[in-house]
């Protein structure tokens, strides 16, 4: 077949090429090669799904009259199997990210590729998805409901079952039936390029170019932005997502009516169903094709669906799902594989017992609940009423007391061991309680100098202060 390549060469540039070398293709079925000659280069493909081939083709063709940056089609074979395309380079996207990432971060010019990405994408779905032929849709026009259940039974069979993951399958079919219907609740009538993500957007001179849409169809606005903002290897920092986030509602508003409420009501179940059938694609060239290098993703993916459980309130209810999820995030073993080496996050809050305990319905389930009760109380003073454990006067006086220090310091060296093998262990998130009387001064100084005693080792340490709407005005 690779004869129909230099076939394809020699038409179009009128000079022989030599022998195609082979691009790796990551994923994909295709066999993909660089062919090079009189001082061109091309991109030869070879796939027997001349259907796929037929989408991409004609996609492509569509998208560059609509001025959208994807590869030149130089031609294709009578039998479909094989075509030749514009070379734009080997730098993709996640490539250029991973040679300039620090440990702060992303440096501004991988910021800078990541904003034009997320401009083009409305253009994408909404500009050229409005004149777009959708009959060469393959192999389905819509992102529908049987689509979603697809995605849902893949990530079942190839990640759940491989993995051991265990979980009621009549349950979980009647929440894969819920899920999907909440997410049919998006508006639909867009392009959704299907895989969307960091090592489909190549950098020529610097510039996002597109490639790999071939299984676009109809869908949803939300479910391409997810597949960029939570590609799993590529890890981008959680503080630009949001602001990634909120540009694209801005572009897509441009070109269509887009409400950002509602865009983000159906946001989070997008990014879920998204990670899902990632993860079966983990699972199935990992776990039964044995790819060691697909296995990598797999804490990253775990740490995603981490985030949106503890930043999201799904509006729906499904809670075999939720407790497959759980059970993903609650497991040592999942979050260990590759060298990922994520960073643990410790949320720590006060509260009062009056209120009663608090619960953590968001994280894995690890933590600690520590009783302030048996300290000294300031709140029994009534210069102190009107003060919490954030004001000077209530941590001089509490930081004067013998009791209390050492107390804070048994009571942090359980924080620090557990700490220590959560990071070693790839978890993302811990949590940690202070509880008092009232919720005001124990509880509130003890998990600020937690917090400070973290960030000191340079531990990632969030607080809150659940009964601060009730403390009395000064």
Known sequence: MSASLKDLFQTRFGAAPGDPVPVRADGSNRKIYRLSGAGRTAIGVLNEDARENRAFIEFSK????EGVP?????????????????????????QFLGKRRTSSGFPEDVVAAYRDVVRWLPKIQIVAGRTLDYRWCYPRQSFDKQSMLWDLNYFKYYFLTLGAVPFHEERLEEDFAVFADYLLGAERDFFLCRDFQSRNVMLPGGKPFFIDYQGGRRGALQYDLASLLYDAKADVPFD????????????AA???KVERPEFLKFFPGFVLIRIMQAMGAYGLRGFHEKKPLFLQSIPYAIRNIEHVLL?????VD????????????????LRQFGAAKLRLTVRIQSFSYKHGMPRDDR?????????????????RSPAFKHSSGLDADVVASLSKEESVDRWARSAFSLVDQTVEDYGG????????????????????YLAERLAKHLRDQGVSAVVTHREKKSWPAR
Do not use: W
């Open 62 to 65: 569509h998208f560059r009259a």
């Open 70 to 94: 994807v590869p030149e089609i130089y031609g294709e074979s009578p039998s479909g199997t094989a075509y030749l395309e514009e070379d734009l380079g080997d730098t993709t996207l996640f």
């Open 240 to 251: 630009l997502r949001d602001e990634l986030l909120e540009l694209y509602v801005r572009e």
């Open 254 to 256: 441009k070109h269509a």
């Open 311 to 315: 930043t999201s309130n799904l509006p």
């Open 318 to 333: 499904v809670p075999e799902l939720m407790g497959v999820f759980k059970r993903l995030v609650g497991s040592s073993a």
């Open 363 to 379: 994280g894995h389930g690890g933590g600690y609940v520590f009783d302030c009760r048996c300290l000294p109380n300031p709140g």
């Open 425 to 444: 262990r790839n978890f993302t998130d811990l949590f940690v309680a202070f509880g008092c009387t009232g919720g005001q001064h124990r509880s509130v």
